[in-house]
């Protein structure tokens, strides 16, 4: 029977279970954190408020700019009217200053300036007639005859300018009434007349002219001169005539700006002191210097909406906040606690503990992959750090070691000085030091160039660690030319013995060196010796081998010097210097 034409008894139920297990993967992959939290998102109406909020917005927006358009257009209208208003006062103004340039005298152009007075203009109060010295001739009015207005700015303009004035808010002087005053001279139509005629204004019809903007909330309307004072303003806004800006809470703000501007027309906004939204246009009346200027609250304006968008933004507030508690108790199951699970593994994992595994049949599908490359890690980084651990004794090693030589550098003589210094005062046994120096090292570089001073170093290196073996000493190099010889559970004795040992084989090596009164490399040592204590430190025994050394260089050098005192190679003894 061929086993691959038949399958084994059994390998059905085997079938089975890999696919049931398929299965199970794959829906644990469905309904994983993703999934999940993409079906919380679902349920969730904050997108209906939001889109909600941002329909009230737009709303809001917009009827803030159809107010904005509303008011535009009502102030250029009323603008217009304020327009209409000077321009008849303007030519009744040319017309009477036509009858009194051709009329004749005084007293005939008094008669046909009464009767000339059109009933159909009401805003006109009275017209006057002022002669060269200021004074008034005649008057529709006769309680301002004989009254002197020769100090009237407005009067000198018009005969200065010799065109139609119109003038800023003023009291008349007789009657203390509050007036604006227009001026035409009669010059301008005849050179030989010094006559002015003159029409007072009547501020009830400019402020019924302005009707259309009053009686609407967070709206303020005022026409004003040229410094500021109102002139008109809707009847629902009248206490605010006579006043200047500057007294106008509402508009104190942009007075400067409105006032100051030399356009014909302007708009801007602004922040109010109370916090609100402000925004202001102002138009110049054509052929004067008053100003009609209105103010918008956006936020009166658009009240109702703004309350509407407050409710909507409390609603997706407690939404947000009653699906945020379902959020949370959902990640406290599904992230928060397969995290934490995942950090203590780390944790342990990096106090080095590398046994330490992630078991993944307690995990979500989506931190499966997660933990199975953290056990790859791990198997990863414990064997990376057992490679470091021998990598870092290999480099303490060399660290320890100088490279030219051979021996010990000076940070590996240090420890091994602090060991053995350690262990002759636990034992209460010597300890002696050797200091070596080579000989007028630098003329022998100077001579033979740095290469031959290497090699020099590296035979005397060579030799050192030699005698270093034969005594059970440590040899290394101290810096430079300068080499040293630390020897345990030695007596003084002994080590000026060792001293003369190194400096004899040092010359027997017979390396050239002309520059030397020996003609070969020599050296000096210095030799201390001592039981440590605990008064001393290890650096007192290098400074007394250092000063042995001082001392064997200034008595001739290729010599040895004990710390003190000074033994001649040939036996005779001397105080060190």
């Known amino acids: 029977m061929n086993p691959f034409l038949y399958p084994a008894w059994g390998s059905g139920t085997t079938m089975s279970r890999i696919n049931f297990n398929r299965k199970r993967v794959k829906l644990k992959q469905l309904l994983g954190i993703r999934a999940r939290l993409a079906l919380l998102a679902l349920i969730l109406v904050a997108p209906l408020m939001l889109e909600r909020a941002r329909s009230l917005e737009d709303t809001r927006s917009k009827q803030i700019a159809l107010a904005s358009q509303e008011f535009s257009n009502l ?54 007639i002022v002669d060269g010295d200021g004074r008034v001739q005649c008057s529709t009015s006769n309680v301002f005859v004989g009254a002197d207005l020769s100090d009237r700015p407005y009067l000198k303009k018009a005969r200065e300018s010799r065109d139609f004035v119109f003038s800023d808010f003023l009291f008349a002087k007789l009657t203390d009434i509050p007036v604006v005053m227009a001026a035409y001279p009669v010059s301008a139509i005849s050179d030989e007349a010094d006559s002015v005629i003159l029409a007072a204004i009547n501020f009830d ?57 030399e356009k014909p027309e302007g708009s801007l906004s602004f922040i109010t002191a109370d916090g609100s939204k402000r925004t202001v246009k102002f138009v110049r009346i054509p052929g004067t210097q008053a100003r009609l200027i209105v103010s918008i609250d956006e936020a009166k304006v658009s009240a109702a909406i703004n309350h509407e968008i407050r409710t909507a933004y409390l609603l997706l507030g407690f939404v947000c906040l009653f699906v945020l508690l379902g959020a949370l108790i959902a990640a406290e199951k599904l992230i928060i606690q397969p995290v934490e699970m995942m950090a203590a593994i780390a944790r342990r994992f990096g106090e080095g503990d590398w046994s330490v595994r992630a078991a993944r049949n307690r995990l979500p599908a989506e931190f499966v992959p997660l933990a199975r490359a953290f056990n790859a890690m791990a198997a990863q980084l414990g064997q990376r750090e057992r490679d470091l651990v021998a990598t870092n004794d290999q480099l303490t090693v060399i660290a320890s070691i100088d490279m030219l030589s051979g021996l010990a550098n ?31 090292f630098k003329l022998f570089n100077d001579t033979y160039g740095h290469p031959e001073g290497d090699i020099c170093l590296g035979r005397l290196g060579e030799t050192l660690a030699g005698i270093a073996a034969q005594t059970m000493g440590f040899a290394g190099r101290y810096g430079g030319e300068e080499f040293c010889l630390l020897l345990p559970n030695t007596s003084a004795d002994r080590a000026l013995e060792i001293g003369d040992m190194v400096r004899i084989a040092v010359q027997n090596l017979s390396m050239p060196h002309v520059t030397s009164c020996y003609q070969t490399v020599t050296v000096s040592v210095g030799v201390a010796s001592t039981k440590p204590n605990d008064a001393q430190h290890p650096r007192d025994l290098v400074e007394a081998a250092d000063a042995a050394l001082y001392a064997a260089k200034h008595r001739g050098r290729n010599a040895v010097a ?8 040939e036996g005779g003894i001397a105080l060190a210097s």
């Not at 009858?99 to 009275?126: H, K, V």
């Open 75 to 128: 102030a250029q209208h009323s603008v217009d009217a304020q327009r209409e208003v000077i321009s008849s006062v303007e030519t009744v103004l040319k017309s009477t200053a036509y009858i009194r340039a051709t009329g004749g005298g005084i007293g005939r152009s008094c008669d046909m300036l009464r009767a000339s007075l059109p009933t159909n203009l009401p805003w006109i109060r009275a017209l006057l």
């Open 205 to 261: 019809w400019m402020s019924r002219i302005m009707g259309n903007l009053g009686g609407r909330p967070g709206i303020t309307a005022a026409l004003v001169d040229s410094v500021g004072a109102v002139l008109a303003a809707p009847a629902d806004q009248a206490s605010m005539i006579g006043r200047t800006l500057d007294g106008v809470p509402l508009l104190s703000a942009i007075a400067d700006k409105a006032i100051g501007s």
């Open 562 to 569: 004990e710390h003190g005192f000074v033994r001649l190679t």
């Open 410 to 440: 000076r940070r590996g003589f240090q420890s091994r000085l602090d060991f053995e210094w350690m262990k002759a005062q636990q034992y209460d046994s010597e300890l002696s030091l050797l200091m070596i120096d080579v000989d007028h």
